[in-house]
């Protein structure tokens, strides 16, 4: 048995061979053979665990430009550590997509320079932080506002557009407005910073709900210490976690749904693609 690596290193992984059954020919001499449909077997891999991963969390693994998908057994995983796992086939069997993980995020809101400080997703987060933003937008299929859509694939990029020229047209009224109107310059730049926010706040709820990943811990002591519970329904109080970390942190947690929602290690990043990757990189879904 040979080992297997996320994307991010390569991945070996055993014979991947078709299996053909025949079935039983009909009684006769002149009865002709047929053939079943191939069926696909999935070997058994040893996976070189990412990061730390809790119990459930689902990933892919890439060999010859074919994507497998592994699970974390129910002990858990450490980073480093090597655990033995059987693959199934990657959603839709398409090498053009990629699945984002389930269960829990990809890494820590604090990895923002994971992959370097002049990195687009970083840059972006910073400097521009609606277009990042809007990147994130089109990988999820998202609306200008943050909301799923009935055509993603169409209207997801144009949400990218909204997001650029918001931000074109805010840097613009800087270079126009008079540097004496300092209330008014200050005024825009809150309103910028809140309408970011917002966007990412709602943006990681989002993310949160439709991939099942938990609030923090952290964020689960506090709510109990409050007493203002939760409501499993609409998501209740861990909508606290998403909106204040997207206000204090803004940046952190913009370039931790970038992450989870791409693989910059295989395919690097771009500032101005609609969905922050090179034209040859598959879609994650």
């Not at 730049?189 to 952290?218: E, N, Q, V």
């Not at 998501?235 to 749904?257: F, H, K, N, R, S």
């Amino acid at each position: 048995m040979e080992s297997a690596e996320p994307p991010s290193t390569s991945a070996l992984l055993e014979n991947d061979e078709l299996d053909f059954a025949p079935e039983s020919a009909a009684a006769g001499a002149d009865a002709p053979t047929s053939f079943a449909q191939p069926e696909r077997t999935y070997p058994i891999v040893e996976v070189v665990a990412p990061e730390t991963l809790s119990a459930g969390y689902t990933f892919d693994v890439e060999y010859n430009h074919e994507i497998f998908t592994v699970q974390v057994p129910p002990s858990g995983v450490f980073k480093g550590q090597t655990f033995t796992a059987q693959t199934k086939a990657a959603m839709k069997e398409s090498s053009h997509q990629l699945r984002i993980p389930v269960g829990g995020w990809k890494d820590s809101l604090f990895d923002f320079c994971k992959y370097g400080p002049f990195h687009p997703s970083l840059c972006l987060a910073v400097f521009c932080p609606l277009v990042a933003i809007g990147q994130i937008f089109t990988r999820l299929g998202l609306t200008w506002n943050a909301a799923p859509s009935e055509n993603p694939y169409n209207n997801s990029s144009t949400s990218f557009k909204i997001m650029v020229a918001i931000s074109f047209a805010y840097f613009c009224i800087f270079q126009i407005v008079n540097p004496a109107s300092f209330a008014l310059i200050h005024n825009l730049h809150i309103i910028h910073i809140l309408y970011a926010a917002y966007l990412a706040g709602k943006t990681r709820a989002y993310i949160r709900d439709r991939y099942d990943i938990p609030a923090s811990d952290a964020t689960k002591n506090a709510i109990s210490k409050c007493g203002c519970g939760r409501d499993d329904e609409n998501g209740g109080c861990d909508l606290v976690e998403d909106y204040v970390l997207a206000c204090v942190c803004g940046p952190c947690t913009i370039t931790q749904m970038a992450r989870h929602t791409a693989m910059y290690d295989t395919y690097g990043g771009s500032f101005m693609n609609s969905n922050g990757l090179p034209r040859h990189a598959p879609n994650m879904v």
